[in-house]
């Protein structure tokens, strides 16, 4: 992933709400555009965390709040009204609530001292968050007392694990996990709405809450509200799993890079392929899709819906083999280490296209994507379930690296990550009232909307920026257009005034 200096982002998007063809003399066809304007916030780390405070942070939605889970820094610094000293290569991690305004409203210090690197999953139904992670030196104790200790500091790759909850204000309900080389190493996780969660891992000998195997290569092990342990499935798949979701049927769906003679569901992999693979809710092996490149491709992240579908974010080493699978577009010629968007859908690869660096999150139905680079700048775009992208904003200074974590434009942010900004959030204005439109028997257009200050009307032919101007009498409802004064194609949109 890139890391670099983060910049200022300013976001337009418009959205097209109705379309309605006039029968005039030349056939004007008028289209209404309801617009959303984003304004970005000061590009600074949210308040209570230090300037220089690298994150490379899970992020968990929670309406309007946002908890945030990652691996300290090394060195002496504040953290809200406590000072916090770190020792080198033994940070441990913090997880924190952050308010819509970006404002540190609590965080726990956990593992100081130890290499515990820790993952966020959740919230529940009752806005309680998961959190688990694996160390391979050191201890870990929660506040409640629960002390778990790997022993042994010269015993190299045999992890332990922890895994807490927390609820919503920062109280511990739960704490369990193992000592003395009985964990594994969490590779990715995730959890359902009641709580459920999932972890897969690797390691050599785990022994958690009553279950337990030994020389297995991969492991999927699911705990319940209340970290208990429900069951446990090893399974042969010497490569990694990096990311991992639920369904709505109790389905868990990973995405993962094939080792050598990996198979999954009676399926044989090639090495390097790109897999996504799907459990049952028992963790019986379903089925998979594999693609196979010239060479290596790293599955990065889902995103999918509760139905499965959606869309995977990798690296491809080379090219993807030609006709394994359609090209929706995007770069014509693949790079050495060309970042690709996958269609998924019905448990298949449905389309490919190279982009330029970025990611991916789904939220309402919708996929987004944040290229880190388009050569001059960043830009965000929707993905159509076709693969097809529509551009929604780009930075006006040009980008290099700031990377996608969570997108979400119902409560107005972007997350992002980079080399000394944490995240950045943007804040959208209310959307504008409801623009109507209708046209008498002589052709009269009569354009009607809500009272609401700061909002004036405007009309263009061509929907291209330059292109719009004011009506007469735009800021005051209703405007009258004559036919005799409309153009063959008509575009009219409320904008708000700063």
Not at 66 to 72: D, M, P
Request: charge should be negative; hydrophobic fraction near 40%; proline fraction near 5%.
């Amino acid at each position: 992933m890139c890391r670099n200096s983060a910049k200022r982002l300013w976001l337009l998007s418009a959205w097209i709400i109705s379309l309605l063809i006039l029968p005039l003399k030349c056939a004007a066809t008028a289209e209404l555009i309801r617009e959303w304007e984003w304004r970005s916030g000061p590009i600074s780390n949210p308040e209570g965390l230090p300037t220089y405070f690298y994150m490379d942070p899970h992020l968990l939605r929670s309406g309007a709040d946002l908890y945030f889970v990652q691996k300290l820094p090394y060195g002496t610094f504040s953290v809200g009204e406590e000072t916090v000293s770190t020792e080198r290569g033994r940070t441990g991690s913090i997880i924190g609530k952050l308010s819509s305004e970006g404002k540190l409203l609590w965080h726990k210090i956990i593992g100081n001292g130890s290499t515990l690197d820790l993952q966020g999953f959740g919230p529940d139904r009752e806005g309680n968050i998961t959190v688990a992670g694996s160390f391979l030196v050191g201890t870990v104790t929660f506040e409640d007392g629960s002390t778990f200790d790997h022993g042994d500091p010269f015993t190299l790759g045999r992890f332990d694990l922890v895994v807490a909850k927390f609820t919503s204000s920062g109280e511990l309900l739960w704490a369990k996990g193992t000592s003395n080389q009985e964990g594994m190493r969490i590779e990715a996780g995730t959890q359902d709405a009641a709580g459920n969660t999932y972890l897969f891992g690797s390691g050599d000998t785990l022994r958690y809450d009553g279950v337990a195997c030994t020389n297995y290569n991969k492991v999927l092990l699911k705990l319940d509200s209340d970290g208990r342990a429900v069951w446990l499935k090893n399974f042969p798949f010497v490569g990694f799993i990096y990311d991992a979701c639920t369904t709505s049927d109790g389905g868990i769906t990973f995405a993962a890079t094939a080792g050598m003679n990996d198979s999954f569901a009676k399926t044989s992999l090639s090495t390097g392929s790109m897999v996504v693979g799907r459990f049952s809710g028992n963790g019986d092996q379903l089925s998979v899709a594999s693609l196979r490149g010239t060479g290596t491709i790293w599955a990065e992240k889902l995103a999918l819906d509760e139905q499965g579908q959606g869309v995977v974010y990798g690296i491809a080493n080379r090219s993807v083999l030609p006709g394994t699978v359609p090209v929706a577009g995007g770069k014509p010629n693949p790079e050495f280490g060309s970042p690709v968007l996958l269609g998924f859908r019905d448990g298949k690869f449905t389309w490919i296209r190279y982009d330029y660096g970025g990611s991916v999150d789904r939220f309402g139905g919708e996929t987004f994507f944040l290229a880190e680079s388009n050569s001059t700048n960043e830009a965000l775009y929707r993905v159509a379930d076709d693969g097809k992208m529509s551009l929604l904003a780009t930075s006006p200074i040009g980008g290099d690296g700031t990377h996608l974590k969570m997108f979400s434009p119902t409560n107005g942010y972007i997350f992002a990550e980079s080399q000394f900004i944490a995240i950045t959030g943007f804040r959208a204005p209310p959307p504008p009232p409801a623009l109507a439109m209708t046209r008498n028997s002589e052709g009269v257009l009569t354009l009607t909307w809500p009272p609401a200050a700061g909002y004036v009307l405007e009309r263009s032919t061509t929907l291209a920026v330059n292109s719009w101007h004011l009506l007469e009498g735009s800021s005051t409802p209703p405007v009258v257009i004559q036919p005799t004064a409309l153009q063959a194609v008509e575009f009219f949109r409320l904008r708000r005034v700063p």
